[in-house]
């Protein structure tokens, strides 16, 4: 299958790429983001991320014919880290893709489909962590009815919960069959599998990888080092994703006061970014018909100020 970069050509035009600049894509994926920046910064420097071993590898050999490319094993909640062991003090463009790779949903061993039976991991990097089913095993029932209420918007969400709780009860919960299972015990007056059965998946992969929580860290990170000029481009295909980003673009956009105890200024931070996007960049019409997963992509950009 043909993985596509999502709003490939929007996401290398907002980054306004130099042939002689330095480039971090954070998310490498498939390595179609990072391909378009390689071929584009032949006196540059590119440094690919990603958190899953088996993307870093096929990246790798993706880019091999790009000696300004490296490609790096780590989270991008890990950023600041990597490019201080790099020697890397500021970048001129970050690309953050945001969300779950084709490759991954499309391996039933990885565990994030529900269309297809395999083991309940869902790990983004299955080198580390607990498993889905290692998660659920543990879990309390209220906060996993929290949790697929805040990461899925999931109706029923303590129903299902429950559910899920009594398969885990009866040793029935090692598998994606055995969790849309647990979604239709909880709704049985539906036919079929259950639309909740998708936003439930999501909201437990967004649990397992904290995803969420290396979304804002990586997005402070970014800000950072960006040098004066360069810029952040962010692809995210969740609301919970989209808040993360549109948040941490309008508090870097903002006059920050920090304030004495008595309510006083007693120092005022300048803006550190201008925000590019007033709203989000989504995929047209064409993108949508050559990719349907897609229609849920919005992309954000912003520039680093003078400091």
């Avoid at 990097?125 to 998660?135: K, L, Q």
């Avoid at 009815?145 to 990461?151: D, F, N």
């Avoid at 040098?227 to 969740?238: C, D, E, K, T």
């Avoid at 990719?291 to 992309?299: D, E, K, V, W």
Wanted: hydrophobic share 40%; charged share 30%.
């Amino acid at each position: 299958m043909v993985h596509v970069p999502v709003l490939a050509a929007e996401a290398i035009d907002w980054l306004r790429v130099r042939e002689d600049g330095t480039y971090v894509d954070c998310t490498a994926g498939a390595g179609g983001h990072a391909s378009l920046i390689a071929e584009r910064i032949p006196r540059g420097r590119l440094i690919a991320l990603d958190r899953d071993l088996g993307a870093v590898e096929r990246v790798r050999a993706r880019l091999g014919g790009y000696p300004q490319a490296k490609v790096i094993h780590r989270n991008y909640s890990e950023l600041a880290g990597v490019l201080s062991e790099e020697g890397i003090e500021r970048v001129d463009g970050i690309l953050i893709d945001a969300g779950l790779s084709s490759i991954q949903i499309d391996t039933p061993g990885r565990g994030f489909t529900f269309q297809e039976d395999g083991p309940l991991d869902m790990r983004m990097d299955p080198s580390r962590g607990p498993t889905a089913a290692e998660f659920l095993a543990e879990v309390d029932e209220g906060a996993l009815a929290g949790i697929l209420k805040e990461y899925g918007d999931v109706r029923m969400a303590k129903r299902i919960a429950a559910a899920i709780v009594a398969r885990r009860q009866r040793g029935a919960l090692g598998t994606t069959r055995d969790l849309v299972g647990a979604v239709s015990e909880a709704l049985p007056f539906v036919k079929g599998v259950p639309d909740e059965t998708r936003t439930v998946f999501q909201a437990i992969r967004i649990a397992v990888n904290d995803e969420l929580g290396g979304l804002e860290t990586a997005m402070h990170g970014a800000i950072d080092v960006l040098a004066p000029g360069g810029r952040l481009v962010v692809i995210s295909f969740h609301s919970g994703e989209d808040r993360i980003v549109k948040n941490a673009l309008r508090d870097a956009s903002r006059t920050q006061r920090e304030l004495h105890p008595d309510g006083r200024v007693k120092q005022a931070h300048p803006p550190r970014v201008k925000v590019l996007t007033p709203g989000t960049v989504t995929p047209g019409d064409e993108e949508l018909r050559m990719n349907p997963r897609s229609h849920s992509a919005r992309l954000r950009a912003a520039e680093k100020l003078e400091e």
